[in-house]
């Protein structure tokens, strides 16, 4: 039964239909991150700017209340700036 709970806690968290993380997503991932004593990953920054401001807020709002996100406030621009399209797999830069 753990195991169920885990696998759709897991599934749960994945990205949206186009690619993109979703706002209930990175609650859940980061819920269990916070049960399980991990941190967050090196790329939730850019995780969250691939959601929409209203998203992204309320998604900052949690981590900040969970006590997960103790780094430097992020400024109006950067919570109000459109969300951003995932970037292509594999594509190199």
Not at 9 to 38: C, H, K, M, S, W
Request: a negative charge; charged letters at 25%; zero cysteines.
């Amino acid at each position: 039964m753990i195991a169920v709970l885990i696998l759709s806690a897991a599934l749960a968290a994945g990205p949206g239909p186009d690619g993109a993380p979703t706002r209930d997503g990175l609650i859940r991932e980061a819920t269990d991150r916070l049960l399980y004593g991990e941190p967050l990953p090196a790329d939730m920054g850019d995780r969250l700017m691939r959601l929409s401001p209203a998203d992204r807020i309320e998604v900052l709002i949690f981590l900040r209340r969970s006590g997960m996100l103790a780094g430097p406030a992020w400024s109006i621009e950067r919570l109000l700036e459109p969300a951003r399209p995932p970037s292509p797999q594999g594509a190199q830069e």
